[in-house]
């Protein structure tokens, strides 16, 4: 199932998606079913029953406006008559389905000069391309609705400097009174590349959030908690991408009285679209499933709700439908200055695209430990400081499960900060769960680290904490799980892992193991970065070394033409496509084997420099990494713009690697 809301009953209705005007109903707690979904859309909404537009009559909406609960999927044309047609030209909107968040289809507006013009006193004019909330469903005063919607601004969205509204609530006022030209008195504003959500009352303008940073080629959600009030018992609650970044109690209306003349028992009405000054250039913007509810009874007067201080599963990439341009600035040559350039700009491309609220889960992990390699020399400490961030507001803590390699792979980041700075706080959390784990006995019946990507994640934590107590306890506990892990998945023959234990015996077309690219990358990758932490006269350094020569052996072997290597290792003619995240640990490992002396550079370093070119090849204008395989477990399809964090955090690993020893 993929469905707009984050915790979400399931529909009783097949339909749910393509209905326009919904009515919710309450089922009882057994009958509920959760689905953890991406950060991208996060809201709660109850049990959905489609009914029509028509079965819901305009008296009944207007008698009560707490009855209104809407829900567009944006599936096809007609437009929803949820929304009035008066604030756009015809040729604006289009339902389109090459940028789509959830479904078939999803809403494209563009704006253009001149669209609804209105000429101000000043001579100034605005222009405009918005979906306008019919009147029946307007919000009513001092009455609670939480409206979620979900925004993608694409590349090509020109930054400039012009006022721009993207969502906004306005206090309805009759057109023959002053008020008419109010502000709104709620919106959320694009402008030279800085998102805010603004407060307006007559001319003076409070900001309840602000942020710079690259908003566009992405989906943005968005999520409002709001109750409209001239006293003070107003509130406004809002998400970003499921974190909160708004928490607001006061006046949230204008005044209703003979001088402002807007009419008591106020109501308000939403818009979404683009709203700006005028200028020559056009701008589109895609909007997808927009859900309105009224809230409960007191829903509001909490600070905070239940998810506020929840963990929320950020997405940990995408893929688009339309690429952009690739790069054509990047060059292959393996020197600091362009080495730098092409790791820079992927670098700050995925920087720009970090959640809110910040996230331990092993992808993010593989891209923080690519963070931390990308030598200062590059862009500063900006890389490190930003994980410091995101560590500070994990606490320096792992995941929740205490004996699963996928929540302890962030500690890499943790350690690789207390290295920089001894300060204890940033390894003791990771020390307790490790030491936890250590006095927690196997299990016979599975291995701890049963999967081959795990000895990526965990281990190379246990060699940090090693190296920063002096205790072999950790280094004996790594090698002990290593090997049963090895034991059951390694073929001594092909000198690959399998995934895990369901893969031992799967074959490819041409009748070959079936080998997966990226969970030997992880490998690969883990067997150096426990190596980086070995003493120098560690007796088990020669065991992993050994294992290193074999899997490089074999890699060099199967490396493709272009080369990069498939996401099937032994059966690379039933993949069209490479896969960047697989390829990228490989180089790592490879590089560093050169680098340390392990591997002959004559018969390696070559394979590094076809590596390093081919995947530049990938790399787009804007900084996007493609043909990155989704989360999964063994080979499967993907498209070339397919951009995940694990992969850029590869790249950035095999780069750093490279530049070490660049001249």
């Given at each position: 199932?993929?469905?707009?809301?984050?915790?979400?009953?399931?529909?009783?209705?097949?339909?749910?998606?393509?209905?326009?005007?919904?009515?919710?109903?309450?089922?009882?707690?057994?009958?509920?079913?959760?689905?953890?979904?991406?950060?991208?859309?996060?809201?709660?909404?109850?049990?959905?029953?489609?009914?029509?537009?028509?079965?819901?009559?305009?008296?009944?909406?207007?008698?009560?406006?707490?009855?209104?609960?809407?829900?567009?999927?944006?599936?096809?044309?007609?437009?929803s008559s949820i929304w009035e047609t008066r604030r756009f030209v015809p040729s604006a909107?289009?339902?389109?389905?090459?940028?789509?968040?959830?479904?078939?289809?999803?809403?494209?507006?563009?704006?253009?000069?001149?669209?609804?013009?209105?000429?101000?006193?000043?001579?100034?004019?605005?222009?405009?391309?918005?979906?306008?909330?019919?009147?029946?469903?307007?919000?009513?005063?001092?009455?609670?609705?939480?409206?979620?919607?979900?925004?993608?601004?694409?590349?090509?969205?020109?930054?400039?400097?012009?006022?721009?509204?993207?969502?906004?609530?306005?206090?309805f006022c009759p057109e023959e009174k002053k008020c008419a030209k109010g502000h709104p008195v709620l919106a959320i504003r694009y402008v030279d590349g800085v998102l805010t959500i603004t407060q307006t009352f007559g001319q003076t303008k409070k900001v309840l959030y602000?942020?710079?940073?690259?908003?566009?080629?992405?989906?943005?959600?968005?999520?409002?908690?709001?109750?409209?009030?001239?006293?003070?018992?107003?509130?406004?609650?809002?998400?970003?991408?499921?974190?909160?970044?708004?928490?607001?109690?006061?006046?949230?209306?204008?005044?209703?009285?003979?001088?402002?003349?807007?009419?008591?028992?106020?109501?308000?009405?939403?818009?979404?679209?683009?709203?700006?000054?005028?200028?020559?250039?056009?701008?589109?913007?895609?909007?997808?499933?927009?859900?309105?509810?009224?809230?409960?009874?007191?829903?509001?007067?909490?600070?905070?709700?239940?998810?506020?201080?929840?963990?929320?599963?950020?997405?940990?990439?995408?893929?688009?439908?339309?690429?952009?341009?690739?790069?054509?600035?990047?060059?292959?040559?393996?020197?600091?200055?362009?080495?730098?350039?092409?790791?820079?700009?992927?670098?700050d491309w995925q920087l720009g695209r970090l959640p809110v609220q910040a996230q331990y889960d092993w992808t993010f992990a593989a891209l923080y430990a690519g963070y931390m390699g990308v030598p200062d020399a590059v862009a500063g400490n900006k890389y490190k400081q930003a994980m410091i961030s995101i560590a500070e507001k994990l606490q320096w803590s792992p995941g929740p499960r205490v004996e699963h390699a996928d929540d302890q792979a962030v500690g890499q980041m943790y350690m690789e900060q207390y290295f920089i700075h001894k300060d204890k706080r940033m390894m003791d959390p990771m020390k307790?769960?490790?030491?936890?784990?250590?006095?927690?006995?196997?299990?016979?019946?599975?291995?701890?680290?049963?999967?081959?990507?795990?000895?990526?994640?965990a281990p190379p934590v246990f060699a940090d904490m090693a190296k920063a107590t002096g205790d072999k306890k950790y280094l004996d506990f790594m090698d002990h799980e290593w090997t049963i892990t090895t034991d059951l998945l390694y073929d001594k023959n092909k000198h690959l892992y399998s995934r895990d234990a369901a893969w031992l015996d799967k074959h490819e077309k041409n009748g070959e193991k079936i080998f997966w690219s990226r969970g030997n990358g992880w490998v690969m990758g883990g067997i150096v970065r426990v190596l980086q932490q070995l003493p120098a006269n560690s007796p088990l350094r020669p065991k992993y070394i050994a294992l290193l020569k074999e899997m490089a052996a074999?890699?060099?072997?199967?490396?493709?033409?272009?080369?990069?290597?498939?996401?099937?290792?032994?059966?690379?003619?039933?993949?069209?496509?490479?896969?960047?995240?697989?390829?990228?640990?490989?180089?790592?490992?490879?590089?560093?084997?050169?680098?340390?002396?392990?591997?002959?550079?004559?018969m390696y370093w070559p394979a590094v420099e076809k590596a390093w070119a081919g995947m530049l090849t990938h790399v787009y204008a804007d900084g996007r990494l493609g043909c990155i395989q989704q989360v999964g477990h063994a080979p499967d399809a993907f498209t070339e713009t397919s951009s995940y964090n694990y992969g850029v955090g590869a790249y950035l690993l095999a780069g750093s690697e490279i530049y070490r020893t660049a001249k």
């Open positions: 199932m993929n469905d707009p809301c984050q915790i979400m009953l399931m529909p009783n209705t097949e339909e749910a998606k393509g209905s326009r005007t919904l009515k919710y109903t309450t089922l009882s707690s057994r009958t509920l079913r959760f689905v953890a979904r991406p950060l991208h859309c996060v809201i709660v909404v109850l049990s959905l029953v489609a009914v029509s537009s028509a079965q819901r009559t305009e008296s009944s909406a207007k008698s009560h406006a707490k009855d209104i609960e809407l829900y567009d999927g944006f599936e096809s044309a007609p437009l909107i289009e339902f389109q389905n090459n940028v789509v968040l959830k479904g078939k289809g999803a809403l494209k507006i563009t704006v253009h000069s001149f669209d609804k013009k209105a000429v101000h006193p000043d001579g100034n004019y605005t222009e405009r391309d918005e979906l306008l909330e019919a009147e029946q469903y307007n919000a009513r005063e001092n009455e609670g609705y939480e409206h979620s919607f979900n925004m993608f601004i694409p590349s090509d969205f020109p930054i400039v400097p012009t006022r721009l509204v993207i969502a906004q609530w306005k206090q602000e942020q710079k940073g690259e908003f566009r080629n992405r989906w943005l959600n968005f999520r409002f908690q709001v109750r409209f009030s001239s006293k003070d018992n107003g509130r406004i609650k809002t998400w970003m991408d499921g974190k909160q970044v708004v928490d607001y109690t006061g006046v949230t209306a204008n005044p209703e009285n003979a001088e402002t003349e807007y009419p008591s028992q106020g109501r308000f009405y939403f818009k979404m679209g683009l709203y700006r000054d005028g200028m020559a250039e056009p701008m589109s913007i895609y909007i997808d499933e927009y859900c309105k509810k009224p809230l409960r009874e007191g829903e509001l007067n909490l600070v905070g709700t239940a998810d506020q201080n929840e963990h929320v599963k950020a997405a940990p990439g995408d893929q688009l439908k339309i690429p952009g341009p690739l790069a054509t600035d990047l060059s292959p040559k393996l020197t600091k200055p362009e080495l730098a350039k092409a790791m820079k700009l992927v670098a307790a769960r490790l030491d936890q784990e250590i006095a927690t006995p196997d299990d016979p019946k599975k291995p701890l680290w049963w999967w081959c990507d795990a000895l990526f994640m074999e890699t060099l072997a199967i490396q493709s033409k272009d080369g990069l290597w498939r996401t099937g290792l032994l059966d690379a003619d039933s993949y069209a496509l490479p896969e960047i995240s697989g390829s990228a640990f490989m180089t790592y490992a490879l590089a560093y084997g050169v680098n340390e002396k392990i591997l002959d550079r004559k």
